[in-house]
């Protein structure tokens, strides 16, 4: 791994991926969304995280997505490449090098929870020196059952950390932090974090960007009103179900186990 010419700062939208009714990649609708949120002044795009349904998406179909977003997004590329298989990160990391994406987040391996610190920290340093790719390392733990500690932080060369445990006091354990937690970004920018990745913001950027530019505390209104509409055990199919409405034609399909809200 090494060090990136340019930041990552402020925010980054997790895309969610777009399915037809028959379950196929709807991506007309994906490139529709991706179009809309430049419009809106977004610059950083994850693909294929938690909202994007990465966990409902075939290998071909991850790649595919990142092409795809690769050849039609002008700003910053994340590409999420977690699995519970080594050997598909190695993969993953490798083909988003060559499609030429900016940064790579990883989860740690998840379904085995409670592993080894040890074992975790191997795992992550192969991720790493198999890639030129800045490395975000992603926590969270109430999906993998693997959270990732200041020990752990310390071990892995890394570029920075996405938390979705939303656990401030991680900040100083890792170059640099990226809050999951809407109702926390205010206090997270006040205790020093770079950005942060909102899946809420794909309904409705504007709040966010202003809290990137300006990082006021009463900006965090506007933020947890947009929040409070996505938000939820039906989070992606809310803001699927909302995309729906803001973009003709977007499907509000998800791909079981999730269902519709």
Same mark, same amino acid.
């Given at each position: 791994?090494?060090?990136?010419?340019?930041?990552?700062?402020?925010?980054?939208?997790?895309?969610?991926? %777009?399915?037809?009714?028959?379950?196929?990649? /709807?991506?007309?609708?994906?490139?529709?969304?991706?179009?809309?949120?430049?419009?809106?002044?977004?610059?950083?795009?994850?693909?294929?995280?938690?909202?994007?349904? &990465?966990?409902?998406?075939? $290998?071909?179909? +991850?790649?595919?997505?990142?092409?795809?977003?690769?050849?039609?997004? /002008?700003?910053?590329? =994340?590409?999420?490449?977690?699995? %519970?298989?080594? &050997?598909?990160?190695?993969? #993953?990391?490798?083909?988003?090098?060559?499609?030429?994406?900016?940064?790579?987040?990883?989860?740690?391996?998840?379904?085995?929870?409670?592993?080894?610190? /040890?074992?975790?920290?191997?795992?992550?340093?192969?991720?790493?020196?198999?890639?030129?790719? $800045?490395? =975000?390392?992603?926590?969270? $733990?109430?999906? @993998?059952?693997?959270?990732? @500690? $200041?020990?752990?932080?310390?071990?892995?060369?890394?570029?920075?950390?996405?938390?979705?445990?939303?656990?401030? #006091?991680?900040?100083?354990? @890792?170059?640099?932090?990226?809050?999951?937690?809407? +109702?926390?970004?205010?206090?997270?920018?006040?205790?020093?974090?770079?950005?942060?990745?909102?899946? #809420?913001?794909?309904?409705?950027?504007?709040?966010?960007?202003?809290?990137?530019?300006?990082?006021?505390? /009463?900006? +965090?209104?506007?933020?947890?009103?947009?929040?409070?509409?996505?938000?939820?055990?039906?989070? =992606?199919?809310?803001?699927?179900?909302?995309? #729906?409405? =803001?973009?003709?034609?977007?499907?509000?399909?998800?791909?079981? %186990?999730?269902?519709?809200?």
């Amino acid at each position: 791994m090494k060090e990136t010419g340019f930041e990552l700062n402020g925010l980054v939208v997790p895309a969610p991926t %777009p399915f037809a009714k028959s379950g196929a990649i /709807d991506l007309g609708a994906f490139l529709s969304h991706l179009d809309w949120l430049a419009e809106c002044g977004v610059r950083n795009l994850l693909v294929n995280g938690t909202t994007g349904e &990465f966990f409902s998406l075939t $290998p071909a179909e +991850q790649l595919q997505l990142l092409e795809v977003a690769r050849e039609n997004w /002008d700003g910053l590329l =994340i590409a999420h490449a977690g699995s %519970p298989v080594l &050997f598909q990160c190695l993969e #993953s990391a490798h083909a988003a090098e060559e499609i030429g994406a900016d940064f790579l987040a990883s989860l740690p391996p998840f379904y085995f929870s409670g592993a080894p610190a /040890d074992g975790l920290v191997r795992w992550f340093n192969e991720l790493a020196g198999s890639t030129m790719l $800045p490395l =975000i390392l992603y926590n969270f $733990p109430k999906h @993998t059952g693997n959270p990732l @500690t $200041p020990g752990i932080l310390k071990q892995v060369p890394h570029y920075g950390m996405k938390d979705s445990s939303a656990d401030l #006091s991680l900040i100083p354990a @890792t170059p640099r932090y990226f809050v999951g937690g809407d +109702q926390k970004i205010s206090a997270a920018c006040a205790a020093g974090a770079k950005g942060f990745v909102s899946a #809420s913001a794909n309904i409705d950027p504007e709040p966010y960007l202003r809290m990137e530019r300006e990082q006021t505390p /009463d900006l +965090q209104a506007a933020v947890d009103a947009v929040n409070k509409r996505a938000n939820g055990p039906f989070a =992606i199919a809310k803001i699927k179900q909302a995309l #729906s409405e =803001i973009l003709p034609g977007y499907p509000p399909h998800v791909r079981p %186990p999730l269902g519709v809200c």
